[in-house]
């Protein structure tokens, strides 16, 4: 059965290979019953890991989140994707975004992490990212 | 002669008992937790998305800042005497849509349980924020058009990485003082008058029109609300009023009558200025504050400071206590203590991220008192002691209280109340040496011009950074730089160990490869003449950013040469002189880590360069002890005076001037140059943090020393550490020095205290001595105890390196750099484990 409350806790404290891809598919799944946070929102963001195992771009538009793997044969699409995050593992990855111990600043300082690109896209990315957890969890709170 | 005519300059008899006004506010003030406000960026966004057909930047600003006033919530605070409020809250987070506020937006679900420095924020304002505001913003901030303009520049992505330096454009346009003597002479409404009739006269020149097109507009705004808050004041009057009528029991009857009265006087006050000169001390307080007030929906709020208002309020002070519209002195310190919990209404955004660099900060708005006037001649006044006394009361880190002092001019009694306010509060005021610093702010701007009158004319910016007062656009705050940074390159051939392979500087030959310690010099300059390179470009291109999308018409309009010299706004150069100002953080950490390099690796040859590069890069830990050891116990350190520290001065002098000589020789995108300073605020900590071991014996992890100050245990005797600061050429110093130094309370008493600082700034007969030092009057036992029992301690303020903080707010790794600094027995010159 599905768990939404059990997935959102692995997200927050663990990270395996497929990390981005759950979460990815949390959030697309999320946002198509609460549209209102990605309406009108154009934007693009390409994850790729440093091994070149992991090449993912998501595309906001219309309301609509699109994501396809291994999408760019031109290795330098930017400007055109608003932010390029190079990452090294899924675990920095998933610091990085879920900040469950605030450790950003921790894992672009130790390069773990990359961003290339308009930082704001980012910041908006990182709210949807969490967004749906918080939420989540917090319904879990209220359950119990 | 000054103006002194106190019988006691203490004024002991006023206390928060006998004003329970100031009392009961900073209680409330305490109890308050920081509330995001989305009333200013609800409106520039509003304006800018929906209203803006304005093409012209000048005129756009001008419209915008109108509009925004005059849709601004007149608020009153309770219990205040004085009208007007930054923000809709009681203590509201401002947020600036075009620069920095788009940072929180990760934030908006969990900053109000974050531990550090959490900040309130409503379900509504989040939605607002999410879908009203963000949104229209992502690709219009100053950092994202600076970077569409410059196809991602190098220098942005470099600031980027966070450790090499910052650059404070996309944050702010402040650190500043403006000129709010003309707002008490003159009035708004005379100013507006000027722009109006200048404008005019302007019209075979459509920018400069345009300008003062867009002052009057702005300064119309602010007469706009002054008289809203008159109206208010006024509603507020009669419902204190009805509620009298209606009250049964005496006591609370009179309290209401009395605050009847009170919303009375403030409306009339409100009805006059700031758009006439004020005609009482009171009425001047008020018009000075909507002006901040204004100032701040322009801008955040970084170091905007006030400059010399014992100077600037005195003649009203002593016109209303000579003809009894004062009843007495502790009128006058309510009146000043209203001020200062006003100017503690707001706190500006950060990111949790930015907490462990910055963490702990307030606003930095530096108030200076004393020193000399214009004319050279002993400016201590009666208002000066009455401003000391507020301080001692209220204890707030806002202002950050900095006084000046003229040991050739200023009498010794003077200095004694100041040190023994610095021991009441434990952190304030700082000190700062008139002679030496009318010297360096001749030298620094004697390009432009400056007077010896307006040298002699200034206040401190922010921290610790001195310009000449109400005419100065310096930026003090534009650039901080790791300067260890520039050591690792220096080590690494341009590569950083946080950065790993990535050349990040020139090519340089690494250490192991450069054979004298000549070659050494030459490649650690390289790098720090890259990295001021990259941080002065970036500066650049975003004050040039700023020209274009965000000017400042209420700032220009406060700014001597703007209207009447030049024609321009602040940020184009109207202001009479200009510079941008640098900041060095890790000098000592560096001047200890290239004299063990001079001396073990190069004079001595003790240690090899590989084995000192192995050395680091083991945390000196393992077989590299015993060269810890050496490097350890080598006299040669930044902050040991004498013969066994020729090497550690020579580097200091070495340094401090190339450093300064690479500044100054670039110009500002307001042809202005570049100032070099040493403060850190708390990055000396934060970047500490993310720094490995270093040649000066400093392991990985440990916080640099703060501002100007010796590494804490390098430095065991006060006077030697005090005559190495001090004999460093503060010519070369431009913009600002801290030395942070902790006194044991008990050893320290006032006169003593004074007579350390005297020599200090004299530095021997006919010479001048160090800049500035500032203090923290506790001991190490005691901070120990704050941090086991924050609830015990709240609200305690310590100076950290420049501005004063509460201890509480500071991150563990601040708490702890303040608890190890070298703490110094006065009585023996000691340093006490």
Request: hydrophobic share 40%.
């Amino acid at each position: 059965m599905f768990d939404p409350i059990g997935m959102a806790k692995w997200l927050e404290d663990d990270a395996t290979e497929e990390f981005l891809d759950i979460l990815l598919e949390m959030m697309k799944g999320f946002y198509l019953i609460r549209p209102k946070y990605t309406k009108n929102f154009t934007g693009s963001y390409w994850f790729k890991d440093k091994d070149g195992k992991v090449s993912i771009l998501v595309k906001f538009h219309n309301g609509e989140m699109e994501i396809s793997k291994n999408p760019h044969p031109d290795p330098n699409p930017y400007p055109e994707t608003s932010v390029i995050v190079d990452f090294k593992d899924s675990d920095s990855l998933r610091r990085f975004l879920l900040d469950v111990k605030k450790d950003i600043l921790k894992v672009i300082l130790n390069n773990e992490i990359q961003v290339t690109g308009n930082y704001n896209y980012l910041y908006k990315f990182v709210f949807l990212a969490n967004h749906p957890i918080h939420g989540l969890l917090n319904l879990e709170n209220e359950l119990t | 002669m000054n103006g002194v005519t106190l019988p006691d300059v203490s004024l002991k008899d006023i206390t928060l008992e006998t004003l329970p006004r100031l009392d009961e506010m900073r209680k409330r003030h305490f109890a308050s937790r920081p509330e995001i406000c989305t009333e200013l960026p609800l409106n520039i966004t509003h304006y800018l998305r929906d209203l803006d057909q304005e093409a012209d930047p000048g005129l756009r600003a001008g419209k915008l800042y109108k509009y925004v006033l005059e849709n601004k919530e007149a608020r009153i605070a309770e219990g205040n005497l004085l009208a007007g409020t930054t923000s809709t809250k009681d203590i509201g987070v401002m947020l600036y849509p075009d620069l920095y506020a788009i940072c929180l937006w990760p934030e908006l679900e969990t900053m109000a349980t974050r531990e550090q420095n959490p900040f309130k924020i409503s379900p509504e304002d989040i939605d607002i924020l999410n879908f009203k505001v963000f949104p229209f913003w992502l690709d219009r901030t100053v950092m994202e058009v600076t970077r569409k303009a410059h196809d991602n520049p190098r220098c942005e992505q470099l600031m980027e990485r966070l450790v090499f330096y910052m650059v404070g454009k996309g944050a702010a346009i402040s650190h500043t003082i403006p000129d709010y003597g003309v707002v008490v002479e003159n009035g708004l409404a005379a100013l507006m008058a000027k722009a109006h009739s200048l404008g005019e006269a302007a019209s075979h020149d459509p920018e400069q029109q345009s300008f003062y097109q867009g002052v009057e507009l702005a300064l119309g705004g602010v007469i706009n609300y002054s008289e809203r808050l008159s109206s208010e004041a006024l509603r507020q009057a009669e419902q204190a009023n009805q509620l009298a009528k209606q009250e049964t029991d005496p006591q609370r009857q009179a309290k209401l009558l009395k605050r009847k009265d009170e919303f009375q006087q403030m409306s009339e006050i409100c009805q006059r200025v700031p758009a006439q000169p004020p005609r009482t001390f009171w009425e001047a307080l008020n018009a000075i504050w909507i002006c901040k007030i204004a100032l701040h929906q322009e801008n955040v709020n970084v170091a905007l400071s006030l400059g010399r208002l014992d100077q600037i309020l005195y003649r009203l002070y002593d016109q209303d206590i000579k003809n009894g519209t004062l009843k007495n002195v502790a009128e006058a310190v309510e009146l000043v203590g209203c001020f200062w919990l006003s100017m503690a209404d707001h706190v500006p955004m950060s990111p949790e991220a930015a907490e462990e660099i910055l963490g702990g900060t307030g606003s930095n708005q530096a108030i200076t008192l004393g020193g000399v006037d214009r004319d050279g001649k002993d400016a201590v006044n009666d208002l000066t002691y009455v401003m000391l006394r507020v301080t001692e009361l209220l204890k707030l880190r806002d202002p950050n209280v900095n006084a000046r002092y003229h040991y050739e001019v200023n009498l010794p009694g003077y200095l004694e109340r100041l040190c023994e306010v610095n021991i009441n509060t434990c952190a304030t005021p700082c000190f700062h040496n008139d002679v030496a610093v009318i010297e360096t702010l001749k030298e620094t701007y004697k390009e432009q011009g400056i007077s010896l009158k307006d040298a002699r004319d200034y206040g401190i910016v922010g921290c610790v950074e001195p310009t000449s007062a109400g005419r100065t656009y310096g930026f003090t705050g534009a650039i901080y730089i790791n300067l260890t940074a520039a050591l690792e390159m220096a080590l690494f051939g341009g590569k950083h160990r946080l950065t790993e392979k990535e050349q990040i500087g020139p090519g340089t030959t690494p250490l192991a490869g450069l054979k004298t310690w000549e070659d050494f010099q030459k490649a650690l300059e390289t790098q720090i003449n890259f990295l001021i390179e990259q941080a002065v470009t970036f500066n650049n291109y975003a004050g040039v950013t700023h020209q274009k999308i965000h000017r400042t018409p209420m700032l220009s309009a406060l700014m001597e040469g703007c209207l009447d010299q030049k024609g321009k706004d602040v940020i184009c150069g109207g202001a009479t002189y200009n510079s941008s100002g640098v900041t060095i953080i890790g000098l000592a950490d560096v001047v200890d880590s290239v004299t063990a390099i001079q001396e073990f690796v190069y004079t001595k040859g003790a240690i090899s360069a590989n084995d000192m590069i192995a050395a680091i890069n083991a945390d000196w830990e393992g077989d590299y002890k015993r060269f810890w050891a050496l490097v350890n116990n080598s006299p040669e350190k930044f902050g040991q005076d004498g013969p066994k520290s020729m090497m550690a001065k020579a580097n200091a002098d070495w340094l401090v001037k190339f450093i300064n000589d690479n500044c100054k020789g670039r110009l500002n995108y307001r042809n202005g140059r570049y100032t070099a300073g040493y403060w850190t605020m708390t990055t000396h900590a934060g970047f500490g943090k993310i720094t490995g071991a270093l040649p000066s014996g400093r392991k990985a992890g440990e916080s640099f020393a703060s501002g100007i100050t010796a590494v804490s245990g390098s430095a065991p005797e006060l006077t030697p550490c005090l005559n190495f600061v001090g004999g460093l050429d503060h010519l070369q110093i431009t913009n600002g020095q801290a030395l942070n130094l902790k006194f044991l309370p008990e050893t320290t008493k006032p006169s003593a205290f004074a007579n350390t600082i005297e020599a200090y700034f004299c530095n021997g007969v006919g010479k001048t001595g160090g800049l500035q030092v500032q203090f923290n009057i506790i001991d190490r036992e005691t901070l120990k105890d704050w941090v086991k029992h924050p609830e015990k301690y709240p609200h305690q303020i310590v100076r950290v390196s420049g501005y004063t903080a509460y201890f509480k707010d500071l991150n563990p790794q601040m708490q702890q750099e303040i608890i190890a600094r070298a703490q110094y027995d006065l009585a023996t010159g000691h340093e006490v484990p």
